[in-house]
């Protein structure tokens, strides 16, 4: 019985070594499966997608931009996404501030309708929008006797983009203003700041990382939706088809080379809007 506790005492001296060998097995085995998951998901694909595009050599592969119909496509998506985006940041500023600096009745509501289109299928939400503005929906009649088109047209990819992507700013600035708290803005205000002057110099200059943050996921939502813009757009080529829609077509052409292609400009704006992000977070963090 003496010898029991310079046994425990032995076991426990030499524990520290092993603990960190398994240690660094386990953190090992975690970022080797990290890694292979990476290559087979995502590093494969986007290999995949180069070589595709590439595979009859450079000249085909700027031709595919030379068509009329995938230089419409672009500029169809550069333009959802310039009109979505800042109305979507309006929106969540706006939303952000409210649940986060003021109580008053439906708060909760409105947290629900903000987290409704994670929720709900980018297919439903377009369908939502036929069953409103098409032919046979509920204002339909009335849009097709005032020669006002909004399914199968510009305003409706506008709206079903606008759905899909308006949680992206909201969600990134409610938490920060949350964290953030009022205490600076009532000693601005204290000291004789106005609402403005108190808004320009103290709320936004604090959560500006955070604004620009969501902006981005936005802008990259916007750009790459499929689901419900190909429900509300009607397929016509050269004036409701957007870069995954259009897409989607030269592929079923067994045009590949094209298909191939717009999906490699698609995926180098993914690319840079995931630099900017990083930039973003990591210039954030700095000044934080």
Known sequence: MASRPYALLDE???????????????????????????????????ATVIAMALAKGLGAYFATFLDPDTRAAIRLTLITALVVVPINTVFGFAAGWSIAKFEFKGKSFLITLIDLPLAVSPVISGMIYVLLFGLQ???????QDHNISIIFA????????????????????????????????????????????????????KVRW?????????????????????????????????????????????NFVGAFAVASLL?????????????????GYRRR
């Open 12 to 46: 426990v001296a030499t524990r520290p070594g092993r603990d960190t060998a398994v240690s660094a097995v386990v953190r090992w085995t975690f970022i080797t499966l990290s890694m292979v998951f990476l290559a087979a998901l995502l590093f494969a694909p986007l």
């Open 137 to 143: 929906g509920w204002f339909g009649r009335y849009l």
């Open 154 to 205: 510009l305003p409706g990819i506008i709206l079903a983009t606008m759905f899909v992507t308006f949680p992206y700013v909201a969600r990134e600035l409610i938490p920060l203003m949350q964290q953030l708290g009022n205490d600076e803005e009532e000693a601005a205000i204290t000291l004789g700041a106005g609402g403005w002057l108190t808004f320009f110099r103290v709320t936004l200059p």
């Open 210 to 254: 955070g604004l620009l943050y969501g902006i981005i996921l936005c802008n990259a939502r916007a750009m790459g939706e499929f689901g419900a813009v190909s429900v509300v757009s009607g397929h016509i080529r050269g004036l409701t088809n957007t870069m995954p829609l259009h897409i989607e077509i030269l592929y079923n052409e067994y």
């Open 267 to 283: 995926m180098l704006l993914a690319l840079a809007t995931l630099v900017v992000k990083t930039l973003v977070e990591r210039t």
